[in-house]
């Protein structure tokens, strides 16, 4: 059975940082992509940024590049979302996926989601 698991979100003040964290049990970490999404209140849920399994390629939406970081420890079978300069805009739940390497994550595996509040 898969299993991602979110950690790491919280309240923090703008300007500040977090860095989520994500554990995959149950897939062979190393050959997935993985994916970070977030959801507003009222809002759909966005494309926050993936890394791919074999390569380690990455891309992010425009509103992540320069503040977002997504890395992944495969020994670890986590992958990670490091923010920067959060913005109360920032404020949403976070789910990380796990999906194929060439997947996009429609049909993937989802956590629970974390959330993170960013104060003015």
């Known amino acids: 059975q898969v299993h991602l698991v979110e950690s790491g979100g919280g309240l923090v003040q703008a300007g500040g940082s977090l860095r989520l964290s994500c554990t995959v049990s149950?897939?062979?970490?190393?050959?997935?992509?993985m994916g970070w999404f977030r959801q507003a209140p009222g809002e759909e849920r966005e494309f926050i940024g993936s890394i791919r399994g074999s390569t380690g390629w990455k891309d992010y939406a425009d509103f992540g590049k320069g503040r977002f970081i997504i890395s992944r420890d495969n020994a670890k079978n986590t992958v990670y979302l490091q923010m920067n300069s959060l913005k109360p805009e920032d404020t949403a739940v976070y789910y990380c996926a796990a999906d194929q390497e060439l997947g996009n994550f429609k049909n993937g595996y989802w956590g629970q989601g974390t959330q993170v509040t960013v104060s003015s």
């Open positions: 149950g897939r062979t970490f190393s050959r997935d992509a």
